[in-house]
Each structure stands twice: as structure tokens, then as C-alpha cells.
């Protein structure tokens, strides 16, 4: 349906108007020499029609510039509108992005702390309960050292184990070769009554967990003040 009011707008109301009351003066001045016109010829006639209504024609030119000036203002509008619902839509696809990526770090930390909680559940952790030394030897008597070390395994499964001295002097013996959650473990060392710096001598135990993931913690020797040597140890076990 044709709205007259929304479609021609107040200029073209303006240039009707002016145009009705144009048309209706120019009838008052010719009045009823209409008919004249017949008699006439075409330059005439032609002459008579561009100067009576070359006024309406330049009428109607300004006020299609004026109207094309306001579409103009209106479509410069509409951009700024248009720029502007574009930026918002940047700023919320950022803000959304920025959402998302904090969702995904938030859940990546998860898994991370998920991971860590579970790798450190299955940390080795071998605790010493007690230490037995005792002086041992041949017939010819007693030449060295025995410590049977009693530890305890409060952690995982743990396999693989290995034990060696830093200097080479220390006799290892790891009868156990698989040692489970609460079970007890046995290390036996032996000791040259000879060597006289086992206390700043250290003990590299090695072990893997139930995922096969490698571990090792230091044991330390100490003299007691009996100077007997014996077995300390954090029980810490830190990959490998």
C-alpha cells in the first residue's frame, strides 16, 4: 500500500503545494486565451510552455536537491548506525572469545591439577622403620659392616629397584625386586671396616612406579654415637 505521508515527505508536500498554487495563478493570468494556443505554432507554443512551466522545473530541481541532500544525511546515518552495531558485535564475539578462553585455561588448569594429583598419588614413598648393623666377617674375624635396613612402602606399587653407592665402596643387596602398598622392603649393605668416610658416602636408590615412571631419592649414612653406621632417609622420591 502507498502512504503518501511516508513516501513523499514534507519537501514533496511543499513542492505540490507550491506547484497547485503556481498552476492556479497561471490560469488566473491566461484566463481563457487557452484556446489561442491552438492558433499558434509549434516554436511558439513551445516557447510559451518552457517559459511558463520552465519555473516548476527549477522549482522541482532544487527541491529534489534538497531531498536528495536529507537521503544523504539519513543513508550517512544509517552507516554510523550500521558502524556501530558492527563494532558492538566485534566487541561481544571478543568478549565471548575472551569467555571461552578463559572457560578453556580454566579447564586445562583442571586437567593439569588432575594429572599432577594423580601422578603424585603414585610417587614412590619408602619410609626406613628401623636399621640392624651388626659387625660381620670370616673365620679370621670381623672385617666389616652389616646393615639390613627395614623400610616400609607407604605409596604405590613400586618395581625395578636399583641401589649403588656414589663411591663405588658400599656393597648393595636389594632382595626384593617388587615391593606393594604397605608392605615391608629390605636393603642390605655392607661396609670395609677400612672405609672410614661412609658417612659422607651416598646412597642412590632407584625404583619405577606402576605407570613405569622412573624415580630416585638419596639415602645418607650416618655414625651414630656408638659409631655405628645407619641409614637415613626423607623417603621423598622425585622423577627421574
Not at 44 to 57: E, H, Q, R, S, Y
Not at 71 to 78: G, H
Amino acid at each position: 500500500m502507498f502512504h503518501w505521508n511516508r513516501n513523499i515527505g514534507k519537501i514533496g508536500w511543499v513542492g505540490i503545494t507550491i506547484s497547485a498554487v503556481y498552476l492556479v495563478v497561471l490560469h488566473w493570468i491566461i484566463g481563457g486565451r487557452w484556446c489561442e494556443l491552438r492558433d499558434q505554432e509549434l516554436n511558439n507554443i513551445g516557447d510559451f510552455l518552457a517559459g511558463a512551466f520552465g519555473p516548476l522545473a527549477i522549482l522541482w530541481l532544487v527541491l529534489g536537491f534538497f531531498q536528495q541532500g536529507i537521503e544523504l544525511r539519513q543513508n550517512s546515518a544509517a552507516l554510523k548506525l550500521q558502524a556501530k552495531e558492527l563494532a558492538n558485535s566485534v566487541e561481544q564475539q571478543r568478549q565471548l572469545v575472551e569467555t571461552s578462553r578463559d572457560s578453556l585455561s580454566a579447564q586445562l588448569r583442571g586437567l593439569e591439577y588432575g594429572e599432577k594429583i594423580s601422578k603424585e598419588s603414585k610417587r614412590p614413598v619408602l619410609l626406613i622403620q628401623k636399621n640392624d648393623t651388626q659387625q660381620a666377617g670370616d673365620h679370621n674375624g670381623k672385617d666389616r659392616w652389616v646393615i639390613t635396613a627395614f623400610l616400609i612402602n607407604s605409596g604405590t606399587l613400586c618395581s625395578n629397584f636399583t641401589i649403588k653407592s656414589t663411591s663405588g665402596h658400599i656393597r648393595c643387596n636389594l632382595p626384593k625386586v617388587v615391593s606393594h602398598p604397605n608392605q615391608e622392603f629390605l636393603i642390605v649393605l655392607e661396609i670395609n671396616l677400612s672405609y672410614k668416610d661412609y658417612d659422607k658416602d651416598t646412597l642412590i636408590l632407584t625404583c619405577k612406579n606402576s605407570d613405569g615412571d622412573p624415580y630416585s631419592t638419596n639415602l645418607q649414612i650416618i655414625k651414630t654415637a656408638a659409631m655405628r653406621p645407619e641409614i637415613v632417609s626423607n623417603g621423598r622420591f622425585e622423577p627421574v
